[in-house]
Nanobody, 119 residues
Framework: QVQLVESGGGLVQAGGSLRLSCTAS????????MRWYRQAPGNLRELVAT???????TYADSMKGRFTISRDNAKNTLYLQMSSLKPEDTALYYC?????????????WGQGTQVTVSS
């Protein structure tokens, strides 16, 4: 079984930066696309950014120019560099990955890491 573990969340002032990480662990797996989602209290979970296995990226409009998604395939790790943070970026941030195990593709989620942006 493959697990995703996020880290890097915390409390930051508006205008500040944070880098989130998400590392996959397990055995005999490979990762296709990876994504960051976020969910604020009372809101639906929303897609922040996606990166394919080949490194192609897409972003939600409100994150373009402020957030950068990247991955290190050798380390099975996904990153989200966030800058110019706003109070409305406060949310629980989740990592999601499409993972191949025994020729089956499974969507796997991390437990989330909290990001709080103070005004």
């Amino acid at each position: 079984q493959v697990q995703l573990v996020e880290s890097g969340g915390g409390l930051v002032q508006a205008g500040g930066s944070l880098r989130l990480s998400c590392t996959a662990s397990g055995s005999d797996f490979s990762i296709a696309s990876m994504r960051w989602y976020r969910q604020a209290p009372g809101n639906l979970r929303e897609l922040v950014a996606t990166i394919t296995a080949g490194g192609a990226t897409t972003y939600a409009d409100s994150m373009k120019g402020r957030f950068t998604i990247s991955r290190d395939n050798a380390k099975n790790t996904l990153y989200l560099q966030m800058s110019s943070l706003k109070p409305e970026d406060t949310a629980l941030y989740y990592c999601n990955a499409d993972i191949w195990v025994s020729r089956r593709l499974t969507s796997t989620w991390g437990q989330g890491t909290q990001v709080t942006v103070s005004s």
